[in-house]
């Protein structure tokens, strides 16, 4: 069965630093990884989606980066602001079926 | 990016009641859709698939019977959840990867945040 863990769990930084989100599954069957934004109350918004024959993804101050060989993923952000405050999701996409498996999330504050 | 809506967005019901939850894909066709259900501060966890034109296929532990799901169109998905009761207060979200393409990168709606009183 298919676990997705995501590290750490909560995450609280001065704004401006650069940090990292971990993501870790146990099925290395083919597969796409997808980030996910999540803010109180509402629904998810899409970041980066890596597909299997990637090996990571950019867009503007996010970077997303797959290795396969050890079944992890991170995602890399630059320059932190206060608007980045959220939660942060990894979800395990099976190129099969399409069914995604979501980890806990990493929740972050970015404080002024 | 492709849309998907769900309505209604927020529902409040009375114990023993059922609620219908719909999900729409307004710019794609999608044979395929997924049922997510949240609870407060945890991650989503799938509930079943919606098949258009065939039945759904529930995870385990999801009780079919209780969580009535119709795939009747490439773009329509509808969630009934039949004698609600608080503990199926939740956010319950959809997600569908479009027919064609092969990324299967996830378009989520918006949820429903159900109330069960």
């Known amino acids: 069965k298919q676990e997705v863990t995501q590290i750490p769990a909560a995450l609280s930084v001065p704004e401006g630093e650069n940090l990292v989100l971990n993501c870790s599954f146990t099925d290395s069957a083919i597969y796409n990884l997808q980030w996910f934004r999540q803010d109180p109350g509402k629904g998810l918004t899409s970041l980066l989606l890596i597909q299997s024959s990637q090996r990571e993804q950019t867009s503007g101050r996010l970077n997303a980066s797959l290795d396969k060989s050890s079944g992890r993923s991170t995602l890399y952000i630059a320059a932190s602001q206060p608007g980045d405050s959220a939660t942060y999701l990894c979800?395990?996409?099976?190129?099969?079926?399409?069914?995604?498996?979501f980890g806990q999330g990493t929740t972050l504050q970015v404080k002024p | 990016g492709a849309v998907v809506s769900q309505h209604p967005s927020r529902v409040i019901c009375k114990s023993g009641t059922s609620v219908k939850i719909e999900c729409r894909s307004l710019d794609f066709q999608a044979t395929t859709m997924f049922w997510y259900r949240q609870f407060p501060k945890q991650s989503l966890m799938l509930m079943a698939t919606?098949?258009?034109?065939?039945?759904?296929?529930?995870e385990q532990g999801v009780e079919k019977d209780k969580f009535l799901i119709n795939h009747a169109s490439l773009t329509l998905s509808t969630l009934t959840v039949t004698s609600a009761h608080p503990e199926d207060s939740s956010f319950y979200i959809c997600?569908?990867?479009?027919?064609?393409?092969?990324?299967?990168?996830?378009?989520f709606g918006p949820g429903t945040r159900l109330t069960v009183t």
């Open positions: 997600s569908a990867p479009p027919t064609s393409g092969s990324s299967y990168e996830q378009y």
């Open positions: 919606s098949n258009e034109g065939s039945k759904a296929t529930y």
């Open positions: 979800a395990w996409i099976s190129s099969n079926t399409g069914k995604l498996i």
